[in-house]
């Protein structure tokens, strides 16, 4: 059974920082890409940053410098240090498990990202 578990989520002011992990099982992560994405209320869900299995790295407009997307393969976790977090940041954060040959994907439960003062 495949599961992604996000944690790190919570409550940061403006200016903070905050690291999201995602653990994943049931899959052979090291040939995944892994992304997350995010969604605020009443929005669609959007790419923050994706790495390939071979470490690329991509990101959204909105969170370059400031976001850094990383990965451990043998810890079969991907991570998010967020820093100079804006109160636009906030939203529920997922973690996505790609794969393209064949076709396969996963998504976590998601978890709450909060930018308030």
């Known amino acids: 059974q495949v599961q992604l578990v996000e944690s790190g989520g919570g409550l940061v002011q403006p200016g903070g920082s905050l690291r999201l992990s995602c653990a994943a099982s049931?899959?052979?992560?090291?040939?995944?890409?892994m992304g997350w994405y995010r969604q605020a209320p009443g929005k669609q869900r959007d790419l923050v940053a994706i790495?390939?299995?071979?470490?690329?790295?991509n990101y959204a407009d909105s969170v370059k410098g400031r976001f850094t997307i990383s990965r451990d393969n043998a810890k079969n976790t991907v991570y998010l240090q967020m820093n100079s977090l804006k109160l636009e940041d906030t939203a529920v954060y997922y973690c996505?498990?790609?794969?393209?040959?064949?076709?396969?994907?996963?998504w976590g439960q998601g978890t709450q990202v909060t930018v308030s003062s």
């Open positions: 996505k498990a790609d794969r393209k040959v064949p076709m396969r994907n996963y």
């Open positions: 049931g899959i052979i992560f090291s040939t995944y890409a």
């Open positions: 790495i390939t299995s071979g470490g690329t790295t």
